[in-house]
């Protein structure tokens, strides 16, 4: 049973910095490509970053370039997103997602295969 795992999520002020994880089980992780969404109140889910398999490409979507970024640890079978320089426009529910395979060329949700349950990113101005 796949299982993806977020934690590091909370309140925090604006210009703060917060750093996600995201735990895999029951998976080949060294294979999965990773991505992290998120989803705002009232809102769709919006892709924010992924990294391929090895943790060599990574890339984020404009609205968080220079303050996000997405790592891996595949000893550890793990995922992380660093964000720097809060601002209440990213106060959502933060998700991982795994794709078997290399980072798919759309950002599409549904270009992945699991989910974790999320986990609640506040910032207050």
């Known amino acids: 049973q796949v299982q993806l795992v977020e934690a590091g999520g909370g309140l925090v002020q604006a210009g703060g910095s917060l750093r996600l994880s995201c735990a895999a089980s029951?998976?080949?992780?060294?294979?999965?490509?990773m991505g992290w969404f998120r989803q705002a109140p009232g809102k769709e889910r919006e892709f924010v970053a992924a990294?391929?398999?090895?943790?060599?490409?990574?890339y984020n979507t404009d609205s968080v370039k220079g303050r996000f970024n997405i790592s891996r640890d595949n000893d550890k079978n793990t995922v992380y997103l660093q964000m720097n320089s809060l601002t209440p426009g990213d106060t959502a529910v933060y998700f991982c997602?795994?794709?078997?395979?290399?980072?798919?060329?759309?950002?599409?949700?549904?270009?992945?295969?699991?989910w974790g349950q999320g986990t609640q990113v506040t910032v207050s101005s």
């Open positions: 990294i391929s398999v090895s943790g060599a490409y990574a």
């Open positions: 029951g998976l080949t992780f060294r294979n999965y490509a």
């Open positions: 997602a795994a794709r078997n395979g290399p980072v798919p060329t759309s950002n599409a949700w549904n270009r992945y295969n699991y």
